[in-house]
């Protein structure tokens, strides 16, 4: 079973973040696609490794996601990347309001 979850709007209108199992099977990967439907661009690796990496949409900081390097949640950790998923670094502190997740 494929799952997507949505993520939200880039700021500019032009892409969608989100986060699918459609490359490996029960892990989530962090994805965007542009507004057309067209260039869907997987960001994340993590599930290769058995993990998952969940989009929570775009902050001014650019992409926030949730990611888990071995499918823990008590290794679960917030981070932030750049659109075309480089730059991959903690997302700073005391910008809660942005995460839906506990």
């Known amino acids: 079973m494929i799952r997507n979850y ?3 709007w880039s700021p500019d209108g032009t892409q969608i973040v989100f986060s699918s199992s459609r490359d ?5 990967d962090v994805y965007v696609i542009d507004a ?3 260039d869907v661009q997987r960001l994340t690796t ?3 490794r058995g993990g998952w ?3 929570v949409g775009w902050s001014d900081f650019g ?3 949730w990611s888990t ?3 823990s949640d008590e290794k679960r950790k917030r981070f932030v990347m750049n659109a075309d998923g480089t ?4 997302y700073p502190r005391g910008h809660d309001a942005v995460c839906p997740w506990p």
């Not at 490996?24 to 989530?28: E, H, M, S």
């Open 6 to 8: 949505a993520g939200g």
């Open 46 to 48: 993590t599930a290769d």
């Open 53 to 55: 990496s969940r989009a």
């Open 69 to 71: 390097p071995d499918g």
């Open 87 to 90: 730059n991959i670094r903690p």
């Open 36 to 38: 057309d439907g067209g």
């Open 63 to 65: 992409i926030v996601f």
């Open 24 to 28: 490996v099977k029960g892990f989530l």
